[in-house]
C-alpha cells in the first residue's frame, strides 16, 4: 500500500483522470468547442442575409432558394456535427466515472476494516459515495458540465464583442442581469447548504418509513401487529415534515427570485430600446432582427454558462469529499513479517490487552491477558456483549487494542503484514455470507487458480459433496437466485457447512469458529461439532459459543464476562470450582437433566 | 407490458394523490404557451412600425408591450414553478407512499416470493437511482408544454398559408419516423441494460455493506470483486457506447431537419414578401413562427424519448402496483376466544412449488395448553405458524379454531387474537413503548412496566435517557439507541406479550439470548402467557419440557404428538435422537 499523502486540487484530479484513462477527450472537446463556436452563426446570420436580400435591389426567387440552401448545407452540417459529438463524447465520462467507482471500491476493500464499523465514517462520507452514484451529479456531472465549457466561455466572448460594438449598453444589462441572476442561484445554494442539516433530518427519517414500510421481512410484524395504518399515518407527517422544510429553501429561491426579475426588466428595456433607437439612427431592419437574434443567443448562453458554473460549484464540494477520500491515508502502517508456514501452529497470547470500540465509551477489555499455546483446543465462552467477537476480531488485526500487545509465535501481530496476517486464520462466523459466486468461488473465494479437487474434498469433508453433485452444474452452480434465476439458495445448515468448507480450503494455522450453530436444529449442530475435528487437527483452534455443550471437546474453556477473563481450565476443572461457568452449565443442562430424568 | 396501460396507471395513481396537481400542470402550459405566442407577434408591430411610420409614442407602446410581456410571463412563470417544485416533491413522496401501502396491503405470500421480492428491488431501483417518477412528470410537462405551444404556431402560421404548415408537418413526420426507429431500439437497449445494471449493483452493494468485509478480509476475497466490479464496468461502459453512438446519429439527424425547417421557412415566408403580400414584420412573426414551432417539436421529442425510457423502467413498479390487495377476508364472525385450534388433513407447499411442506397434518391444540413443536430446520414448524396467522391459505385441509373454519372469521378480529414473535420478528423506529403496545395512544403504562419486569428489561429501559420514551433504532433518528439482539428480542417478546390475544405463538425467540438470558425466558414464560394458548417453536430440546405436550414434524408430516414423558421412551423416535444429542453434552458428572 503506497502512503504519500497527495493533495491535488479535484478539478486537477478530474483532468488528471481523463489524461491518463482516455486522451481523445481532449480532442473531442476541442473539436466540440470549434464546431459549437461557428453553429451559431448560421441562425444570426440568416435573418440579416435574408431580409437584406429581400429589400435589397430586385430580389427573385432563385436568389431566395441559393440562400436557403446555401444555408441548408453549412448549418445543417454543423448543426449534426454539434449533437452527434456531444453523443459521442457521452458515454466517455460515463467510463471515467467507472473509474472513480473502481477506485472507491478498492478503497473500501482495502482500508483498515475498524473504519467499516463506524457510522461515523460512512455518515460523513455519505455524500462522498453518492457522488459517483448516477450519470447526473458529481463526477460525471461536473465532466458533462466541463465538457461543454469551453464553448460557451468562447461563444459568448465572441458574441458579446458583437453585440458590444453595436451598443456597449445592450451589453453591460445583459451582464448586470446574467450576474443578478447567478448570484441570485449562488444564494440559494448556499442558503440550502446551511439548511442541509435540517432537511437530511427530515430527509432521514422520510427515508426510514419509505425503507421500513416496503421492506418485505417487515410484512409479517404489520399485519399481525396491525400497524399499516400507523405507518402510513407516520409516512404521511414525514412527507409533510420534509415538504415543510423544502418549503423555506424554495421560498427563498422565490423571493430572491425578484431581484432578477428587476434585472430582466433592465435588459429587456435596453435591448429593445436601443435597438429601435438605433433603427430610426438608420440602422437597416435587418440588422435590427439579427441583433435581437443574437442578444437571445448570447443571454441563453451566459444563462447555460451561469448553470454550468453554479452546477460546477454545488457538485464540487461533493466531489471534494470524495476526492478527500480517496486520498486519504486509511491504512495503519503494517509490519514486513510473513505468515507462519502452514503446518505450524500458532502460539497466541494477548497481554494486558485494553480495547474500546471507537467512539464509544465502556472497555471491551481491561488489562486482559490470555495465553493459547500451540495446538490447544479452546473454547471461549461467556454472556452476551461479553467480548466473544471482539476477541477474534482483535486477533485477527481487524481491530488493534488500545493498549497492551497481541502476539503470534513471540512477535506483536503489528510486526506481521496485515495480508500475511489474514492468512494464519481460518474463520467461520455466525452469520455466513453467501455471495451470488458459484459454489467454487465461494468456497475458494477467488475466479483464478481455483483448485476443484481440494473444493471437492472439503465438500465431501463437509457432506455437502453429494448434494452439490446432484445440481446440473455442480460446484459451478451459481448460488442466490439475485446473478442466475438458477441459481441455487442454500439452508441454514448447508450454509455453515459452506462456510466450514471455505475455512477448510484456505487452510491457516489457527481455525475460530465463532457461534456457527445458533439457528441450527439438533442434529445439524451436533455435525458441526464433529466437524470442528476434521477442521483443527493439531491446528491451535478457538471455539466461540454460548451453548456449553461445545466446550466438551475443548481442551481448555476460558470464561471471560464485560470486564475479562474470570475463570480458565478445563472442564472439571471449572465444574468443580463452583462458579460463574458452572452456573451457567447447570442453568441450560437444568432441564435436559430433568428431561432426561423423566424419561 | 403496454405503454399505454403503465401510463393510465401512473396517471390516475398521481390524479389520486393531487388532482390539483394537473391543474397546476396545465396552468403551466398555458402560460408557457402564451410567452412564445406573443414574442412571436409582438415584435411583428415593432418592426411594422419601424419599417412603416415610425411614430414614437406607438414605438414606445410596441417596446414596453414586448417588455411587460416578458416581465409578466416570467414572474407567472417563477410563481408556479416556485408551487411545482413543492407540488413535485410532495407528490413523487406520495407515490412511495403508496408503493409502501401497496407492500403492506397484498396477500401476504407475496413477500415471500423471491420473484415478487426482485420485482420491488427493480422498482425500488427505478424509483431512486432514475427518480423514475419526477422525470416521468418533468418530460410530461415539457411534452404538455410543448404541444400547447405548436398548436398555438400553427394557428399563426395558418394566418399566413397552410402550405408552410403541411411542409413543416411533412418534416415532422420524418422526426416521427426517426424517433419509432429509435424508440424501438431504445426500448430493447434498456430491457437489456436493466438487468446488467442492477446485477452490477449487487456486487457494488456488497462492498458498501459492512457485514460482509470481516470476510472479505480474511478470506483475501477482494480480487474477487474488483474482477466482478470491473468487468461489470467494461460490460456496461460498451454498451453505453454502442447506445449513444447510434443516438448521436439520430439526434444529429434530428437537428439536420430543425435546420430544414428554419430554412425553409425563411425561404418560404421570404418569397411570400416578394409577392408584396406580407411586409418585413410579418416574415419575422412566421419564421420565428416556424423556428419556435420545429424547436418545440425537438423538445417534444426528447421528452417523448424520456417518457418511454422512464417507463421502461417503470414497468415493475406498475407491475407491483397492479397486484391485487389482500381479498377483504370472506368472514363476517368475530373471534372473541381462542379455545382451541385443529389441523384436519391440512397439506400446503408455497406458491409456485411442489414440494408439500405440510403433508395431510391433523392435529389439535386444546384451550390453554402449551404445545411446543419440535423438528429439523425446514421440516415447516414456521409454516404451520403462517397458516394459523392466516398468512397462507392451506392448499387443501381445513384449518379450525372453536371448530369454525378460520378464514370464516373477520379479518382484524382474528388477527387480533393472536400474537407472535417470529423467527425473524421486526421492530421499528418508534418508541420502546409504541413497539410494545403498537399504539400511540391509550396505553396502561403500569402493564407496560409490568412486562418489562417479566421479560427482564426493565434495568435497560431505565438507564436510557428518556426510558420507555427512547426511540429504538438509530435510523429514523440519531437520538435513537440501538438495541442488541437479545435485547431486541425481549422487547418483541413484551410486544407479543402486551398484546391482548388468547393465543401467544413464540417461533425461536431466544436464539440471540445468552444461556442465562433464555433460561429466565423459559421459566418465566409459563408465568407470563398465563391460562392463554401457547405454541413455541425451539431448537433448544431444552424448552420442550416445559410444554404440555409436543407436536413433532419430520418431513411434512406428524410424527408424533405427545407429552416429553411419552416421546422420551420410544428410543427409535425423532425427538430422543434431538432430545439426547443436546442433553448428552450437559452430563453433570461433579
Same mark, same amino acid.
Given at each position: 500500500m503506497a502512503k504519500k499523502e497527495k493533495k491535488k486540487a479535484p478539478l486537477i484530479h478530474l483532468l488528471d483522470c481523463i489524461r491518463l484513462n482516455d486522451k481523445t477527450i481532449f480532442i473531442l472537446c476541442l473539436i466540440y468547442t470549434l464546431v459549437s463556436l461557428i453553429e451559431p452563426i448560421f441562425p444570426i446570420a440568416l435573418p440579416k442575409v435574408m431580409i437584406d436580400y429581400l429589400t435589397g435591389t430586385s430580389p427573385n426567387n432563385r436568389g431566395i432558394v441559393w440562400i436557403a440552401l446555401g444555408f441548408f448545407i453549412f448549418y445543417g452540417l454543423f448543426s449534426f456535427l454539434k449533437h452527434w459529438l456531444n453523443y459521442y463524447s457521452y458515454p466517455r465520462m460515463l467510463k471515467l466515472r467507472m473509474t472513480y467507482i473502481s477506485k472507491q471500491i478498492d478503497k473500501l476493500l482495502n482500508m483498515d476494516y475498524k473504519y467499516m464499523e463506524s457510522a461515523k465514517f460512512f455518515d460523513e462520507r455519505e455524500l462522498a459515495?453518492?457522488?459517483?452514484?448516477?450519470?447526473?451529479?458529481?463526477?460525471?456531472?461536473?465532466?458533462?458540465?466541463?465538457?461543454?465549457?469551453?464553448?460557451?466561455? =468562447?461563444?459568448?466572448? /465572441?458574441?458579446?464583442?458583437?453585440?458590444?460594438?453595436? %451598443?456597449?449598453?445592450?451589453?453591460?444589462?445583459?451582464?448586470?442581469?446574467?450576474?443578478?441572476? %447567478?448570484?441570485?442561484?449562488?444564494?440559494?445554494?448556499?442558503?440550502?447548504?446551511?439548511?442541509?442539516?435540517?432537511?437530511?433530518?427530515?430527509?432521514?427519517r422520510v427515508n426510514y418509513y419509505a425503507k421500513t414500510a416496503k421492506d418485505f421481512s417487515y410484512g409479517k410484524d404489520v399485519r399481525l401487529y396491525d400497524l399499516k395504518e400507523r405507518i402510513l399515518d407516520n409516512f404521511n407527517t414525514e412527507i409533510k415534515g420534509y415538504i415543510g422544510a423544502f418549503k423555506l429553501i424554495k421560498n427563498r429561491e422565490y423571493a430572491l427570485g425578484f431581484l432578477s426579475l428587476l434585472t430582466l426588466l433592465l435588459s429587456d428595456i435596453c435591448t429593445y430600446g436601443i435597438l429601435t433607437y438605433l433603427v430610426i439612427k438608420g440602422m437597416p431592419i435587418a440588422d435590427f432582427s439579427m441583433y435581437i437574434i443574437a442578444t437571445s443567443t448570447l443571454s441563453i448562453k451566459m444563462t447555460n454558462l451561469s448553470e454550468n458554473i453554479t452546477y460546477i460549484m454545488r457538485e464540487y464540494m461533493y466531489v471534494k469529499d470524495l476526492f478527500k477520500f480517496l486520498d486519504e491515508n486509511l491504512v495503519e502502517d503494517d509490519g514486513e513479517r510473513l505468515a507462519v508456514p502452514g503446518d505450524i501452529p500458532l502460539e497466541v497470547e494477548f497481554s494486558h490487552v485494553t480495547f474500546k470500540y471507537p467512539d464509544t465509551d465502556n472497555n471491551i477489555f481491561e488489562d486482559f491477558s490470555l495465553k493459547i499455546p500451540a495446538g490447544q483446543k479452546l473454547a471461549l465462552v461467556g454472556i452476551n456483549g461479553a467480548g466473544k467477537t471482539t476477541f477474534v476480531k482483535l486477533l485477527t488485526g481487524l481491530f488493534t487494542p488500545d493498549s497492551g500487545r497481541i502476539l503470534i509465535n513471540g512477535h506483536d501481530i503489528r510486526e506481521y503484514k496485515k495480508s500475511e496476517l489474514y492468512k494464519m486464520f481460518a474463520v467461520v462466523f455466525q452469520d455466513v455470507n453467501i455471495l451470488a459466486y458459484t459454489i467454487a468461488e465461494n468456497i475458494a473465494c477467488s475466479q483464478d487458480n481455483i483448485d476443484y479437487d481440494k473444493v471437492n474434498s472439503v465438500l465431501k469433508q463437509v457432506g455437502l459433496y453429494d448434494k452439490i453433485q446432484g445440481l446440473p452444474k455442480g460446484v459451478n452452480t451459481m448460488l442466490l437466485k439475485i446473478i442466475d434465476e438458477e441459481g441455487t439458495v442454500l439452508s441454514g445448515g448447508e450454509s455453515q457447512k459452506l462456510a466450514i468448507a471455505r475455512a477448510l480450503y484456505k487452510g491457516g494455522n489457527c481455525v475460530i469458529m465463532d457461534e456457527p450453530t445458533a439457528a441450527l436444529d439438533a442434529l445439524a449442530e451436533q455435525e458441526i461439532y464433529e466437524e470442528f475435528d476434521a477442521l483443527t487437527k493439531t491446528k491451535t483452534s478457538i471455539y466461540i459459543s454460548h451453548r456449553l455443550a461445545s466446550t466438551k471437546f475443548c481442551d481448555v474453556i476460558a470464561m471471560i464476562d464485560g470486564t475479562g477473563l474470570i475463570e480458565y481450565g478445563s472442564h472439571d476443572e471449572l465444574m468443580k470450582l463452583g462458579g460463574e461457568y458452572y452456573k451457567m452449565f447447570i442453568t441450560q443442562g437444568k432441564y435436559y437433566q430433568e428431561g432426561g430424568a423423566l424419561a | 407490458m403496454k405503454n399505454k396501460i403503465k401510463i393510465k396507471m401512473v396517471m390516475k395513481l398521481v390524479w389520486s394523490i393531487s388532482p390539483s396537481y394537473f391543474f397546476m400542470l396545465i396552468f403551466n402550459s398555458l402560460i408557457f404557451t402564451g410567452q412564445i405566442l406573443l414574442n412571436v407577434i409582438l415584435p411583428k408591430y415593432l418592426i411594422d412600425e419601424l419599417t412603416g411610420n415610425r411614430d414614437y409614442n406607438m414605438l414606445i407602446f410596441w417596446v414596453v408591450a414586448i417588455v411587460a410581456n416578458n416581465l409578466i410571463f416570467s414572474f407567472l412563470k417563477k410563481s408556479l414553478k416556485r408551487l411545482l417544485d413543492i407540488k413535485d416533491k410532495e407528490v413523487m413522496w406520495q407515490v412511495e407512499r403508496e408503493f409502501a401501502k401497496k407492500v403492506m396491503s397484498v396477500e401476504y405470500w407475496h413477500l415471500e416470493d423471491p420473484y415478487y421480492l426482485d420485482l420491488k428491488e427493480r422498482a425500488s431501483f427505478a424509483m431512486q437511482n432514475q427518480s423514475a417518477i419526477s422525470n416521468l412528470i418533468a418530460n410530461t410537462i415539457t411534452l404538455l408544454n410543448q404541444i400547447f405551444a405548436v398548436i398555438g404556431l400553427i394557428a399563426i402560421m395558418l394566418q399566413l398559408s397552410w402550405v408552410l404548415v403541411v411542409t413543416l408537418l411533412v418534416t415532422v413526420f420524418l422526426i416521427i419516423v426517426i424517433? /419509432?426507429?429509435?424508440?424501438?431500439?431504445?426500448?430493447?437497449?434498456?430491457?437489456? $441494460?436493466?438487468?446488467?445494471?442492477?446485477?452490477?449493483?449487487?456486487?457494488?452493494?456488497?462492498?458498501?455493506?459492512? $457485514?460482509?468485509?470481516?470476510?472479505?478480509?480474511?478470506?483475501?476475497?477482494?480480487?474477487?470483486? /474488483?474482477?466482478?466490479?470491473?468487468?461489470?464496468?467494461?460490460?456496461?461502459?460498451?454498451?453505453?457506447?454502442?447506445?449513444?453512438?447510434?443516438?448521436?446519429?439520430?439526434?444529429?439527424?434530428?437537428? !439536420?431537419?430543425?435546420?430544414?425547417?428554419?430554412?425553409?421557412?425563411?425561404?418560404?415566408?421570404?418569397?411570400?414578401?416578394?409577392?408584396?403580400?406580407?411586409? $418585413?414584420?410579418?416574415?419575422?412573426?412566421? /419564421?420565428?413562427?416556424?423556428?419556435?414551432? %420545429? @424547436?418545440s417539436i425537438i423538445s417534444a421529442g426528447y421528452a417523448l424519448v424520456g417518457i418511454f425510457q422512464i417507463l421502461g423502467y417503470l414497468e415493475p413498479f406498475v407491475e407491483l402496483m397492479s397486484v391485487s390487495d389482500e381479498a377483504e377476508c370472506t368472514g363476517s364472525m368475530i373471534l372473541e376466544n381462542v379455545d382451541s385450534i385443529r389441523f384436519e388433513n391440512v397439506t400446503f407447499s408455497y406458491p409456485k412449488t411442489d414440494k408439500k411442506v405440510l403433508d395431510n397434518i391433523s392435529f389439535e391444540i386444546r384451550k390453554g395448553e402449551k404445545v411446543s413443536i419440535v423438528g429439523l430446520n425446514g421440516a415447516g414448524k414456521s409454516t404451520v405458524v403462517k397458516l394459523i396467522c392466516r398468512l397462507y391459505q392451506p392448499d387443501s385441509g381445513t384449518i379450525y379454531i372453536n371448530d369454525t373454519d378460520i378464514f370464516e372469521y373477520e379479518h382484524k378480529s382474528y388477527l387480533s387474537r393472536i400474537a407472535a414473535v417470529f423467527q425473524d420478528y421486526k421492530l421499528f423506529n418508534f418508541s420502546i413503548q409504541e413497539n410494545i403496545t403498537c399504539k400511540p395512544v391509550g396505553i396502561d403504562n403500569d402493564r407496560v412496566d409490568k412486562i418489562l419486569d417479566e421479560v427482564e428489561i426493565t434495568d435497560k429501559v431505565k438507564s436510557l435517557p428518556k426510558g420507555i420514551n427512547t426511540l429504538f433504532g438509530k435510523e429514523y433518528d440519531?437520538?435513537? !439507541?440501538?438495541?442488541?439482539?437479545?435485547?431486541?428480542?425481549?422487547?418483541?417478546?413484551?410486544?407479543? =406479550?402486551?398484546?391482548?390475544? @388468547?393465543?401467544?405463538? =413464540?417461533?425461536?425467540?431466544?436464539?440471540?439470548?445468552?444461556?442465562?438470558?433464555?433460561?429466565?425466558?423459559?421459566?418465566?414464560?409459563?408465568?407470563?402467557?398465563?391460562?392463554?394458548?401457547?405454541?413455541?417453536? %425451539?431448537?433448544?430440546?431444552s424448552s420442550s419440557v416445559f410444554c404440555d405436550r409436543i407436536l413433532v414434524i419430520n418431513k411434512g408430516i406428524v410424527e408424533a404428538y405427545d407429552t416429553h414423558k411419552k416421546l422420551m421412551e420410544n428410543t427409535e423416535g425423532l425427538y430422543y435422537k434431538l432430545f439426547i444429542s443436546q442433553a448428552s453434552n450437559y452430563n453433570i458428572n461433579v
Open positions: 459515495f453518492a457522488s459517483t452514484n448516477s450519470n447526473e451529479n458529481g463526477v460525471e456531472g461536473i465532466y458533462h458540465k466541463l465538457y461543454e465549457l469551453p464553448q460557451l466561455v =468562447l461563444t459568448i466572448l /465572441v458574441l458579446s464583442v458583437f453585440i458590444g460594438l453595436a %451598443s456597449p449598453f445592450i451589453l453591460i444589462a445583459l451582464i448586470i442581469n446574467i450576474a443578478i441572476t %447567478s448570484w441570485v442561484a449562488i444564494a440559494v445554494n448556499k442558503y440550502e447548504y446551511k439548511k442541509k442539516e435540517q432537511l437530511s433530518k427530515h430527509s432521514r | 424517433q /419509432v426507429n429509435n424508440m424501438g431500439y431504445q426500448q430493447k437497449f434498456f430491457s437489456e $441494460i436493466i438487468p446488467v445494471n442492477r446485477k452490477y449493483g449487487y456486487y457494488i452493494n456488497l462492498v458498501y455493506d459492512k $457485514i460482509y468485509h470481516k470476510d472479505f478480509r480474511l478470506f483475501d476475497m477482494s480480487k474477487m470483486l /474488483v474482477q466482478t466490479t470491473d468487468s461489470y464496468n467494461k460490460e456496461i461502459s460498451t454498451w453505453f457506447c454502442k447506445f449513444f453512438k447510434r443516438l448521436g446519429i439520430s439526434m444529429g439527424l434530428f437537428q !439536420v431537419i430543425v435546420v430544414l425547417q428554419t430554412v425553409f421557412a425563411y425561404g418560404f415566408v421570404g418569397s411570400q414578401t416578394l409577392k408584396g403580400s406580407i411586409g $418585413i414584420g410579418d416574415l419575422t412573426m412566421y /419564421v420565428s413562427s416556424a423556428i419556435n414551432f %420545429s @424547436s440519531e437520538e435513537g !439507541v440501538e438495541f442488541s439482539g437479545g435485547q431486541s428480542q425481549k422487547i418483541a417478546i413484551a410486544r407479543a =406479550l402486551y398484546k391482548d390475544a @388468547s393465543l401467544v405463538i =413464540l417461533d425461536e425467540p431466544t436464539s440471540a439470548l445468552d444461556p442465562m438470558a433464555e433460561a429466565e425466558i423459559y421459566e418465566n414464560f409459563n408465568n407470563m402467557v398465563g391460562n392463554k394458548t401457547a405454541i413455541y417453536i %425451539s431448537h433448544r430440546m
